[in-house]
Structures are given as structure tokens and as C-alpha cells.
């Protein structure tokens, strides 16, 4: 177990700690030169039962309250120190508010100093705290009388300690592995090492990780948990990482990073959170303070845009955007405490709700509800709820890397939520059944009744259809849509087109008649495909009309649209999409030139130009210089754009 001390300075923090452990957890040379704890000590105690005390010993001065908060942020249990003759202290109820904001409620209160005073100033002391824990997520913590120098109360101090047991972090256990890294440095031999809190998962010998915001594998050499070498670590151990990587530098690798699982690197600059304001602030918290932000082990400045009305009263709770300055790594649920802007005050903290959202729309009413569909909840409870508010669903792989959720956790979310999963494997989304049944019936109607309209036509594209669907519907979701009445044989697809089974297109009787006429003339596979001027002088056509059935045939599936004045049937660009394939096959090498192709199809040198054009605009060769290569078979191109 892991307990972090808190508490004004000199009220005997680290002598506590050697009372408990036996080990003086300050260890630079000004700490011991000034008896003053600078930055974090650690201290470990091993009972000889298999239970380890750890002990993570911050400084009490309030120029360190940067240190402290890396101290505690990540733990569980914490042991307040107040001194029986000062009794509580100005960095007592900072250090207490900073805890209250982490949500910490394990703790024991260790009233120290008692030689120096009488028993009524004990009383008077311990009063004194009762009355500063009201309220607090401490309110109910003992108050153990202690003196170190003594050895008075230690021993009933440490069986409390001990009866607090292993603590893990409800439902991290089995979550991406992360390590809030505080220390980094150079071990002579082995190289780099860097300690810190396991937040959430394990991590073994080998492992690959992500040292994150930043960047770059590593891979773990060795490891200690708890002052002991181990195989591997879980939540709730302080951890020791022996790291080897090509990639990464010492000079790179410092507090506020961290070592995570590669499915948890997803660097972000904006947080969306529930702020409390602590109730002691003399002013509002207002949009766009400039603030410290204080995450996992992470100091960053941020400014915070409030999402609801303009201001945060002292007291007041309310959802906030933090817009970091530089990327950070965080995840749904992460406590975090916010400064000001010098760094001198505590104004309040709160949790993550969304570490990836979008970066448009923050105060709209859907962004707000999806936000309170989170608190408080996990994450099969907040899938069903967000489900049931967002009728465009949720993207399953995004809401999975906030909560920091492996493939197996996904699957026991969606068991527990009794959702189902629709789409790809690329754009996979969760959505509510109503909602998802009401979606393909808008898209089934939408085709039917645009075809109605439109009888010329072989079918409706995509955007078009989305366009015209009586609710938003993301590209995504159209597909996933698509897919499904498509397996159920509600639609089909041809080629770019969506269209109702069995559905055949029909020109008008006048665009029919003009079809038949000029049919003969663009289906010769011999003769030089002639243009529509062409056609019209020599057929003694109106231009203008014959264009207008051109361009409708071409809706109805019937011809494409090759250059300005140039159509091609159908059958006849598939065949010649097999002839191009066939010569860039022999040419595979060098490539093929538009002359080789003239001359394979004879269909003249203006032509073949404007069609190898059009090949190239729809993917199926693509032009380097004077030559001409085989972008994708002819077969998926067809399928595509000519397909029956």
C-alpha cells in the first residue's frame, strides 16, 4: 500500500515517516543541510508477511506546493500531519483542500508533537481539526496522538495504517497500463529509470510502452515494486522502470510524463472537466482565467473556458474546458487541481470527462448533455445514457481511448451495457436501438422516395442521400446504415450509387427515342467514338437537346462523362479499361504510353488522351511524365463507377 503525507511545514512529516519506516526519506544534501523537505522522499517498510508500507513524504513549505501535489495526486490514502502545539496551519487546510479536491477519502490525522504539550492542548488540538476535516472527504478520519522522537502512539498509528489494507483504484486494474512518471535519472550499468505511481493495468519485464505526450518506445528492462524487484507491477504500487530505447534520451524523459500502454498515447490540448471552486475564494472564476493546471504529475498552464454561463462562483461546480498550452496526457476520470496564474493559490479542481473532444461546438446544448451523461458513472453506465441522448450514436475506438479501455474491456462494456457494435472495424459506432431502427427507415425512405422523383436516374450518391434524410446522420453512420440494409437486401449498391432492388432506370420516351438514335454510333468498338457536335451535325440533332439527354443518361447509369463533349457507354469503357490493364501488364516495367494505347484500341489520338485522362481522375492509371502505370485492377474501378 502507497500513503502520501500532507501537511504544514515542520510539523514533523519526515520524522514521522522514520518513526513509521525507519528510513529518513529526505534524501538531496540542501534537505538534509536545511532539515526542510524540498521535493518528494519515499520510504518503505516491509512487515516480513508479504505487506509493504510505502510512504511518499511531501513538503509542507507552500513555495513546494508543485511537489507536493506530484506526491499525492495519484494515491488513495493519505496521513494528515498537524503539530499539537501550532495545531492546524495555513498549508494544513491547503494541503487538506488539495485532498479534498482529489477526492481522497482514506486517511488517518497524526497529531504530533504531544511531548511538547499538556493534555488540554491536545483536546483543544484535536477540536481544532475536527472542526477544519468538516465537510472534507476526510471528515471521518481518525486522529492518532503521536511522538516520533518517542516512539508515543507509533504503534497504533502504524496498525491503522496497516488496516487500511491494498488499495486499488476501483476498475483500473484491468485498463491500459500508465505510470505517472516523478522521477527520471541514470543508473551507472543500467541507464535510464523512471519512478512513479501505477494509475492504472500492469506492466511486466518486456513490455513495450509509450513515454506520453511526447512520444517514443521504450522497452521495460527490468522493474521494482514497492523497493522490491518484481516481474511486474499493477495499480496502486509505486514503481521503478529500468527502460531501454532507441528513441528515447534522458534529457527527454522527466516529471509529468508518462509511461503508458501504446492504446493509451493519445496526446490532447483540450480537457473537458467538472470544476469545483473552493468555497474560501474571495471572487468568481471567470472565462479564460489563466490557470496552473496540476495533472498526474503534470504542471501546465491553461486557460479555462467556462461552458456554462460566464463565471464560477466560490462554491459553485460547473463544466469547464481547459485549453491546455502544450499537450498533456489525461484520461475520463483523472483528478486534477487547478492554481493561479502565479502559482501561489489553490482555486479549486475536479475530474476529466473528456480528454479528446471535439474542438468546435463546446457550448452547445448536445456537448453539454453528453458531458453530463458522463458524471458520475462508469463506462457501460455513461455508453447507455450517451446512446440514449445522441441519435448520431457514439464512435466506439475514441470513447474507448478516453476511458482508457484495452479490447477486452470494450467487449465487458458493451456486454454489461447490452449495446451492439455497427459499422467497420475502422469507424465502429454505438448506438441506441430506436434510434438505429429510425435511421434505416429514413434511409430506405429517403432512396425510395428520391427515386420516385427521379425514375431516369440508376441511383442516389451518398452525400446527396444524407442531405436529404430528415435527421443528422454522420458519414460514418450512413455507412454503418448502408451496410446493414444492404446485408438485409432493403437497398443495393451500384457502384457509387444507392438504389431500391430491382429498380432500373428509365429515360423519358423523348430521351429515348434520342438514345436509340445515337446507341449504334457510341457503341462501335471499331470506329473513333464520336463527339456530341459530332452526332448532332451528323444525325441533324438539336446540340442542346442531345446534351441534355446525355447528361441524363448519364445519371441513369447509361453512359459516362469522359471530357467536355466526350461520352463512352458502359460497356464499352469497361472494355477498355481491361485493355489499359492488360498493356500496363506488359509494360509493367516501363510503363505504358498513350501511343501503345491508340494503337491497342484505335480510338484515335484525341480520344485516347481525353480518356487515359479520365482513367486517371477515377484511379485506374495514374500519369508519371509520358507514361502511364497501373494504379488498381480494372475489375474494383468498374465496380465502382460502371458496374451493371
Known amino acids: 500500500m502507497i500513503i502520501a503525507t500532507a501537511g504544514h511545514i515542520d510539523h514533523g512529516k519526515t520524522l514521522l515517516v522514520q518513526a513509521l519506516t525507519g528510513v529518513n526519506s529526505d534524501r538531496l544534501p540542501e534537505e538534509k543541510q536545511r532539515g526542510m523537505s524540498i521535493d518528494l522522499g ?6 516480513g508477511d508479504g505487506e509493504v508500507l510505502g ?22 490514502c493519505a496521513l494528515l500531519v498537524v503539530a499539537a502545539d501550532d495545531g492546524p496551519m495555513p498549508q494544513t487546510r491547503e494541503h487538506l483542500d488539495i485532498l479534498d479536491l482529489l477526492g481522497v477519502e482514506r486517511g488517518i490525522v497524526a497529531l504530533t508533537k504531544i511531548d511538547r504539550v499538556n493534555a488540554a492542548r491536545i483536546e483543544q488540538a484535536t477540536d481544532d481539526i475536527k472542526v477544519m476535516l468538516a465537510g472534507t472527504s476526510l471528515a471521518d478520519a481518525h486522529i492518532e496522538p503521536v511522538c516520533a522522537p518517542t516512539g508515543e502512539g507509533i504503534e497504533a498509528l502504524t496498525a491503522k495504517v496497516r488496516a487500511f489494507g491494498k488499495v486499488l483504484r476501483a476498475g483500473q486494474a484491468d485498463n491500459n497500463f500508465r505510470l505517472a512518471i516523478d522521477r527520471a535519472f541514470t543508473v551507472p550499468g543500467a541507464g535510464l529509470v523512471v519512478t512513479g505511481h501505477v494509475f492504472s493495468g500492469h506492466v511486466s519485464v518486456d513490455d513495450r510502452l509509450i513515454i506520453s505526450p511526447n512520444g517514443g518506445e521504450v522497452r521495460v528492462r527490468g522493474l521494482h515494486a514497492d523497493d522490491r524487484m518484481a516481474s511486474a507491477a499493477g495499480p496502486g504500487e509505486r514503481c521503478a522502470l529500468n527502460l531501454a530505447g532507441q528513441s528515447v534520451r534522458r534529457e527527454r524523459v522527466k516529471r509529468g510524463q508518462w509511461a503508458v500502454a501504446e492504446p493509451a498515447h493519445a496526446p490532447t490540448q483540450r480537457l473537458d472537466t467538472k470544476l469545483r471552486v473552493l468555497p474560501n475564494e474571495t471572487r468568481a472564476l471567470r472565462h479564460w482565467t489563466p490557470v496552473h493546471v496540476h495533472l498526474g504529475t503534470q504542471d501546465l498552464t491553461a486557460r479555462i473556458a467556462t461552458l456554462e454561463g460566464e463565471t464560477i462562483e466560490p462554491g459553485e461546480q460547473k463544466l469547464v474546458r481547459l485549453m491546455l498550452d502544450r499537450p498533456a496526457a489525461a484520461w475520463v476520470g483523472d483528478r486534477f487541481i487547478v492554481r493561479d496564474q502565479s502559482a501561489q493559490r489553490t482555486l479549486g479542481g475536479g475530474h476529466v470527462l473528456d480528454p479528446l473532444p471535439p474542438a468546435r461546438g463546446r457550448s452547445h446544448s448536445q456537448r453539454i448533455g453528453y458531458l453530463r451523461a458522463v458524471i458520475p458513472s462508469q463506462p457501460a453506465n455513461a455508453l447507455t445514457r450517451l446512446t440514449a441522448i445522441q441519435p448520431s450514436g457514439v464512435e466506439l475506438d475514441p470513447y474507448a481511448r478516453g476511458w482508457n479501455l484495452p479490447p477486452e474491456a470494450v467487449a465487458r462494456t458493451l456486454e454489461e451495457s447490452g449495446l451492439d457494435v455497427l459499422g467497420s472495424a475502422y469507424k465502429r459506432l454505438i448506438m441506441d436501438a430506436d434510434h438505429w431502427a429510425n435511421i434505416r427507415k429514413a434511409v430506405v425512405n429517403s432512396i425510395g422516395q428520391w427515386l420516385d422523383k427521379h425514375p431516369e436516374r440508376t441511383g442516389i450518391e451518398r452525400e446527396r442521400l444524407r442531405r436529404a434524410l430528415p435527421m443528422r446522420v454522420s458519414p460514418a453512420l450512413l455507412e454503418a446504415a448502408i451496410a446493414a440494409l444492404r446485408a438485409s437486401n432493403q437497398i443495393t449498391v451500384q457502384g457509387p450509387l444507392l438504389t431500391r432492388p430491382g429498380h432500373r432506370a428509365q429515360l423519358p420516351p423523348a430521351d429515348q427515342a434520342l438514345w436509340n438514335k445515337i446507341r449504334p454510333y457510341l457503341e462501335r468498338a471499331t470506329d473513333k467514338p464520336p463527339t456530341l457536335p459530332d452526332l448532332a451535325k451528323s444525325l441533324s440533332l438539336d446540340p442542346m437537346r442531345l446534351r441534355a439527354m446525355a447528361e441524363r443518361a448519364v445519371g441513369a447509369g447509361i453512359l459516362a462523362h469522359v471530357n467536355a463533349n466526350r461520352f463512352f ?11 489499359a490493364e492488360q498493356l500496363a501488364n506488359q509494360h509493367s516495367t516501363e510503363g505504358f504510353t498513350a501511343a501503345a494505347f491508340r494503337d ?8 485516347t488522351i481525353e480518356l487515359l485522362e479520365y482513367f486517371d481522375r477515377v484511379g485506374l492509371t495514374r500519369r508519371i511524365g509520358n507514361i502511364r502505370r497501373l494504379q488498381q485492377p480494372a475489375q474494383a474501378v468498374i465496380a465502382k463507377h460502371w458496374s451493371e
Open 42 to 47: 519515499f520510504a518503505y517498510r516491509d512487515f
Open 569 to 579: 457507354t458502359l460497356p464499352r469503357l469497361r472494355e477498355l479499361a481491361h485493355m
Open 600 to 607: 491497342v484500341s484505335g480510338i484515335g489520338r484525341n480520344a
Open 55 to 76: 510512504l511518499v513524504d511531501v513538503p509542507g513549505h507552500e513555495r513546494f506546493i508543485r511537489n507536493m501535489l506530484a506526491g499525492v495526486i495519484a494515491v488513495d
